[in-house]
Every structure is written in C-alpha cells, then in structure tokens.
C-alpha cells in the first residue's frame, strides 16, 4: 500500500541542473522525515538530503551549497534540487520515508537514474 515514486532523473551535462520527485502515498506524509539518498555502481547507498517533519533540512558534506531538499505536504511530494552537477554525481537516486515514533517505519522507492556527462 506505501508507495514512494520517484521521477526527474535524466541525463545532464556537467554543470546542469536538475530537480528530482518523489511522491510519496499510504503514508500519513506530515509526520515522516523524507530524504534522498544515492548509489552508484560499486559504491554504497550515501546520504544526499533529509528533511524532518518540522523542515529541518541535513546535507552530505561534500553536496552542500548545491542541492536543496524541500517538501510539499500537501502534495505529499519531496523535492531535490540539484546544480552545478558533476560526474560524480551520477547514480540512482532513491527517495525515503523515516519515522521513529510509534510503529517506526522506514520505506524506499524504486530510484531514478541521474546521469552527469558532457
């Protein structure tokens, strides 16, 4: 019944933006912290963004000052803004849904693929 859809990856040049969707259903959205995370081939699902239920946003170090994570509670949507894309930037880009009070809970959708080549 909980399905978080990811949409917006593509391909981009080095440099590019690019703004990624995740929407999210079967789950009461406004108390879930959402985030992004990312896996490329040979490497480790890692932290991207997260956002809490009261719009307190958390970076990975090495992305800061480039994405942004915002959310739409009456979309039940998540945002990633993305720029000044890079090739190491390419992966699969996987939307979460976390909560840890009452019946702790934490669901993944399928991913969208980001590409960064010129």
């Known amino acids: 019944q909980v399905q978080l859809v990811e949409s917006g990856g593509g391909l981009v040049q080095p440099g590019g933006s690019l703004r990624l969707s995740c929407a999210a259903s079967?789950?009461?959205?406004?108390?879930?912290?959402m985030g992004w995370y990312r896996q490329a081939p040979g490497n480790q699902r890692e932290l991207v963004a997260t956002?809490?239920?009261?719009?307190?946003?958390n970076y990975a170090d090495s992305l800061k000052g480039r994405v942004t994570i915002s959310r739409d509670n009456a979309k039940n949507t998540v945002y990633l803004q993305m720029n000044t894309l890079k090739p190491e930037d390419t992966a699969v880009y996987y939307c979460?849904?976390?909560?840890?009070?009452?019946?702790?809970?934490?669901?993944w959708g399928q991913g969208t693929q980001v590409t960064v080549s010129s």
């Open positions: 079967g789950i009461i959205f406004g108390i879930y912290t």
């Open positions: 979460n849904a976390y909560k840890s009070n009452f019946r702790p809970r934490d669901y």
């Open positions: 956002i809490t239920s009261g719009d307190t946003t």
